[in-house]
């Protein structure tokens, strides 16, 4: 018997779109919840065969992996759910602790780029720490902290990113293993067709759409905000994707943090 496609699915509202119609289960599938970070940890180590993950994870190991065309995890202007959270001006940021994100290698990598080449600041890096003057937060979390009124500035990567550089990063990527690739291509090609009318279908009753998500993942914010959340997302990957991603990597290679800036390998 051929054993079940195995699919990282992370359980925060931006994903919602990927997975609200498969939530019961779809056939031949078996699906894995977790952090971005923690996806991340699963396909280096061959345990499941694709996942909507981190668009750094992919540069780290790109020889390793293949990409879903057309598909991605970002936003038009703000994304709402990757922020800097913080006591001060991010200009008044140098030598002060910032809390790292536990959940994203992106959006701690996008935070470095912005505090070196950005903002010119450089402040220490730490774990989660309570007194720290400031933190990166991503998902469903850093959409309860923000409403939380413990942070007096609030900043959108996403948003600071594109006024800076002039094109929409995307923060998670269709990552699919290039063993995977090799063995299951048409398991991986009809499932990729299976995200396709997802979103569609969630685009065309979001209401519906999150009424499902909601009685498995409980929203973070009352409905007509969720709503709202999605006036911004964006799950098509375009060329000016393409673009911010090159530039972002460069600009990691560049800080350090990559050793180099790999193309993007799709399947087919």
Not at 70 to 84: A, I, Y
Not at 126 to 155: C, K, M, T
Not at 188 to 196: A, D, P, Q, T, V
Request: one cysteine or more.
């Amino acid at each position: 018997m051929t054993p079940a496609l195995s699919v990282g699915r992370i359980p925060f509202l931006v994903c919602a779109p990927y997975f609200h119609n498969s939530l019961s289960g779809l056939p031949g599938v078996r699906f894995a919840d977790g952090s971005p970070r923690l996806l991340n940890t699963l396909l280096s180590s061959n345990q499941i065969d694709c996942a909507p993950s981190s668009s750094f994870e992919y540069a780290l190991h790109a020889d390793k992996y293949r990409l879903l065309p057309g598909l991605c995890t970002s936003g038009r202007g703000e994304v709402k759910s990757v922020l800097l959270l913080s006591q001060m001006p991010w200009e008044e940021l140098n030598g002060k602790s910032v809390s790292l994100s536990p959940d994203s290698e992106t959006s701690n990598a996008l935070f470095r780029v912005l505090c070196q080449f950005r903002f010119k600041v450089a402040p220490s890096l730490v774990g989660p720490a309570e007194n720290a003057s400031a933190l990166v937060a991503i998902g469903d979390y850093a959409l309860r902290e923000s409403r939380s009124g413990r942070w007096l500035y609030r900043y959108d990567l996403a948003e600071v990113w594109q006024s800076w550089r002039g094109t929409p990063l995307p923060f998670g990527l269709w990552i699919v293993r290039s063993e995977a690739w090799e063995t299951r291509r048409t398991e991986l090609m009809e499932y990729s067709k299976h995200l396709r009318d997802s979103l569609d279908s969630f685009f065309a009753d979001p209401v519906a759409a999150l009424k499902t998500w909601n009685r498995h993942y409980p929203l973070p914010m009352p409905m007509n905000e969720a709503l709202d959340f999605f006036q911004t997302t964006d799950y098509a990957l375009t060329s000016q994707h393409e673009a911010a991603l090159k530039d972002f990597y460069g600009l990691c290679r560049e800080a350090g943090l990559l050793f180099g800036a790999p193309a993007l390998r799709f399947v087919g």
